[in-house]
Nanobody, 116 residues
Framework: QVQLVESGGGLVQPGGSLRLSCTASGDVFRFALMAWYRQAPGKERELVADIGSNGMSRYEDCARGRFTISRDNAKNTVYLQMNSLKPEDTAVYSC??????????WGQGTQVTVSS
């Protein structure tokens, strides 16, 4: 069983930055595809970005150019650096760990609120 714990959310003004972290338990992190998702009130959960075990990353349009996903396999942690935040980025952000041989694991989520 893998546990994922997110941190780093909070209240930030428009134009500000936050860095989210997601740390996994166990020893499978380095093999996993990791992703950040978000869900805004009244909307469906959407993919923000993901990063493979080889470090290759992909971004959805909502994140491209403003957010950076990275990982530190020695710390079992994936990060999401979010810059130039907008009110529409307000959501609960969750990380997801995916392996080829098991169902995915989800963290509990961390709230990001962008407001003046």
């Amino acid at each position: 069983q893998v546990q994922l714990v997110e941190s780093g959310g909070g209240l930030v003004q428009p134009g500000g930055s936050l860095r989210l972290s997601c740390t996994a338990s166990g020893d499978v992190f380095r093999f996993a595809l990791m992703a950040w998702y978000r869900q805004a009130p009244g909307k469906e959960r959407e993919l923000v970005a993901d990063i493979g075990s080889n470090g290759m990353s992909r971004y959805e349009d909502c994140a491209r150019g403003r957010f950076t996903i990275s990982r530190d396999n020695a710390k079992n942690t994936v990060y999401l650096q979010m810059n130039s935040l907008k009110p529409e980025d307000t959501a609960v952000y969750s990380c997801k760990l995916m392996l080829s041989y098991t169902d995915p694991y989800w963290g509990q989520g961390t709230q990001v609120t962008v407001s003046s």
